[in-house]
């Protein structure tokens, strides 16, 4: 299930009935096609010998750490407390999103999502909590910006513990990390404890969704990893992807 923690982290973070919806139509989507579209496996996925592999440890990881840890926090933490610990996170990531809206050249979009940020590290006590439902939660990481600039994102690739990702996504996690207040926090302790609790919040969040993936596919993995390069995909192009043409297909 970390494969499914990575599609939805912080920076991509839904209302829970869209992230259902969108969950379950990536998944439907894979049903139909095992390979993610205008690509061949081998294009997609040349390393999947390694990225099933890894791909095995991380599920297992999930099931002996991370998911029973995040069901004793969904039935133990009070609905105030969760909260109040989601806001924060969601204040802390709006950072790294005002960055790359402006990177993209969406200053419209920099100045509500910057705003989200003065309003509810301010009044909302250092985002405990959220002041600015008014403003839409934006999502932007460096991974979209590079896709927003034209870089195709490579080959998929899981990584262990992380989970899914691309080359593009990749280099965009590691560029994240120097604007982010957690990757930028100096003392080791803090910040290593502030993703250990981001990533338990995060896989609490997923419990109920993940239901939709016990009876939807044969091979999870072939369907999960195409659910998250089309999702990256729609990402990339702000939920409007252009359209491909028959003619991509037929040529293959």
């Known amino acids: 299930m970390l494969i499914i923690y990575r599609m939805t982290k912080p920076e991509h973070r839904f209302p829970p009935a869209t992230r259902s919806a969108l969950l379950l139509s990536c998944l439907l989507f894979s049903a139909c096609s095992t390979t993610h579209p205008g690509s061949s496996p081998q294009e997609t996925d040349p390393f999947e010998p390694y990225n099933r592999a890894a791909y095995s440890f991380n599920d297992a990881l999930d099931r002996a750490i991370l998911k029973p840890v995040a069901q004793g926090y969904a039935k133990y933490m009070p609905q105030l407390g969760k909260m109040a610990i989601e806001n924060f996170f969601s204040n802390l990531n709006d950072v790294t999103v005002t960055c790359n809206d402006v990177l993209q050249l969406k200053f419209k979009q920099a100045a509500s999502d910057g705003s989200r ?17 008014r403003l839409p939660k934006h999502n932007e990481d460096f991974g979209q910006t590079l896709g927003y600039w034209g870089a195709p994102s ?32 100096d003392h080791v302790p803090t910040r290593n404890s502030a993703y250990v609790v981001d990533g338990i919040v995060t896989r609490a969040s997923l419990l109920d969704n993940e239901k939709i993936l016990e009876n939807a596919t044969i091979d999870r993995y ?12 729609n990402l990339v192009y702000d939920g409007d992807p252009p359209r491909r043409h028959y003619e991509d297909f037929d040529d293959e």
């Open 154 to 185: 490579g080959p998929y690739i899981v990584i262990p513990v992380l989970g899914p990702s691309s080359v593009r996504d990749g280099a965009g996690t590691y560029a994240d990390s120097f604007v982010s207040v957690i990757g930028t926090t």
């Open 222 to 233: 072939s369907s999960l990893r195409d659910a998250y390069m089309m999702h990256r995909r």
């Open 117 to 133: 940020v003065l309003f509810n590290t301010t009044f909302g006590l250092f985002g405990l909590i959220n002041v600015t439902t």
